[in-house]
Antibody, heavy 122, light 109 residues
């Protein structure tokens, strides 16, 4: 079975940093695009970033550019999201998701992890 | 950036009824690269439909997707109790950003 397990969330002050991890299993990790999608409390889904299998195509939502960095380790089957200069409005559950059927770097999302909660507050 | 608008915001129906959910795009979605997801409280979203009309693995055939260009529909032919949830559409037909609709809440009447 496919499993995506996120970790690294928690409470952080505005302006602080956090690194999220997503551990993947149950599929051939190095053949899939990986994505981060977030959901603020009581709100809808917002795509954050994506990285293709070879880490040579990386994309970010405009509001995350320059603050967030997505990366992956194919040997360890891990994907990361480094978040810097965090703002109160970044408070959300962050899900990692496996992408497929990609077109120009955009994919549909086959499987999702349960997410990890990031709370930005003083 | 393609903006997706879902309607209605909330749909109140009874088990056994037919549900029709709409997703309208601000510009044409290339190659009908549109997906639908279901999300229940406290759970991760689940892929239902991709390519506008292809059902994902293990999705019951009471779920169907249709549409092209800018207008897409998710239909649930006969509602089961487990179908009451929030539904999102998502387009992946162009370079990022990937965008989602704001969601339709399907509630029991």
């Amino acid at each position: 079975d496919v499993q995506l397990v996120e970790s690294g969330g928690g409470l952080v002050n505005p302006g602080g940093s956090l690194r999220l991890s997503c551990a993947a299993s149950g599929f051939i990790f190095n053949t899939y695009s990986m994505n981060w999608v977030r959901q603020a409390p009581g709100k809808g889904l917002e795509w954050v970033a994506s990285i293709n299998s070879g880490s040579n195509y990386i994309f970010y939502a405009d509001s995350m550019k320059g603050r967030f960095t997505i990366s992956r380790d194919n040997a360890q089957k891990l994907v990361y999201l480094q978040m810097n200069s965090l703002r109160v409005e970044d408070t959300a559950v962050y899900h990692c998701a496996r992408g497929w059927g990609c077109s120009g770097g955009s994919c549909y999302l086959l499987d999702w992890g349960q997410g990890t909660l990031v709370t930005v507050s003083s | 950036e393609i903006v997706l608008t879902q309607s209605p915001g909330t749909l109140s129906l009874s088990p056994g009824e037919r549900a029709t959910l709409s997703c309208r795009a601000s510009q044409s979605v290339n190659s009908n690269h549109l997906a639908w997801y279901q999300q229940k409280p406290g759970q991760a979203p689940r892929l239902l439909i991709y390519g506008a009309s292809s059902r994902a693995t293990d999705i019951p055939d009471r779920y169907s997707g249709s549409g092209s260009g800018t207008d897409f529909t998710l239909t649930i032919s006969r509602l089961e109790p487990e179908d009451f949830a929030v539904y999102y559409c998502q387009q992946y037909g162009s370079s990022p950003p990937i965008t989602f609709g704001q969601g339709t809440r399907l509630e029991i009447k």
